[in-house]
């Protein structure tokens, strides 16, 4: 298993604070993304990453913003989070830009009140 | 745009029969395909992958998929189901607008396993 960490893995939040996740890797892949899942859309892409400071956006990106301030950590911030981004949160990695594997992690479930 | 389809959104199967779950893709360049799989309340695990060659393609716990470019499709098979396979199952197409591949999801289709 690629070796990735995300935590918290559960927490509970209420409408209109912020919320950091986290995601750690001891793999020195590049590549680093977020992606959220909920039922009846699959996972979709938020935000990723293809170097230290080197950030962009994904399909769903409003409402949240990323930092990546060294190779293994890439942070996921909901600003003030509403119940709509009560989801489930995979940070996944790669070491290519194309044609290879992404490797996910087993995911941070948040819930807003 | 480049989107996934996997129609079925549940499938139940009896232990030691066949599995045949669908997968239709668009996307406008030769694409990258994978099938993921997720048991509750994990990741995803990344059963096989298709980039180029043999379009038969062979992966992990057994499974196998066919790449079909004349139906855009990547199916996933498997010859005989065990209750351990009870799961969901994701589809997702490699997409390279500038370079940088992201993946692009189906909403999946669970799967059930009947003694």
């Known amino acids: 298993d690629a070796g990735i960490t995300q935590s918290p893995r559960h927490k509970v939040t209420e409408t209109g604070t912020p919320v950091t996740l986290r995601c750690h890797q001891t793999e020195n892949h590049r590549y680093m993304y977020w992606y959220r899942q909920d039922p009846g859309h699959g996972l979709r892409l938020i935000h990723y990453?293809?170097?230290?400071?080197?950030?962009d956006k994904g399909e769903v990106s409003d409402g949240y913003s990323v930092s990546r301030s060294k190779t293994e950590d890439f942070l996921l911030t909901l600003e003030s989070a509403t119940s709509s981004q009560t989801s489930v949160y995979f940070c996944?990695?790669?070491?290519?830009?194309?044609?290879?594997?992404?490797?996910f992690g087993e995911g941070s479930w948040l819930t807003v009140v | 745009a480049q989107s996934v389809t996997q129609p079925d959104i549940h499938i139940t199967v009896s232990e030691g029969a066949s599995l045949e779950l669908r997968c239709n893709y668009s996307?406008?360049?030769?694409?990258?395909l994978f099938w993921y799989v997720q048991s509750p309340g994990q990741g995803l695990q990344l059963l096989l992958k298709?980039?180029?060659?043999?379009?038969l393609v062979q992966g992990i716990k057994g499974f196998e998929a066919e790449f079909k470019r004349s139906q855009s499709s990547f199916n996933l098979r498997k010859p005989s189901v065990h209750w351990s396979d009870a799961a969901e199952y994701f589809c997702a197409v490699g997409v390279n607008p500038t370079g940088f591949q992201k993946l692009v999801f189906g909403t999946g289709t669970r799967l059930l396993v009947s003694p």
């Open positions: 996307y406008g360049a030769t694409p990258y």
């Open positions: 298709y980039f180029s060659g043999d379009t």
């Open positions: 996944a990695i790669s070491d290519s830009p194309g044609g290879n594997t992404i490797y």
């Open positions: 990453s293809y170097g230290v400071k080197d950030t």
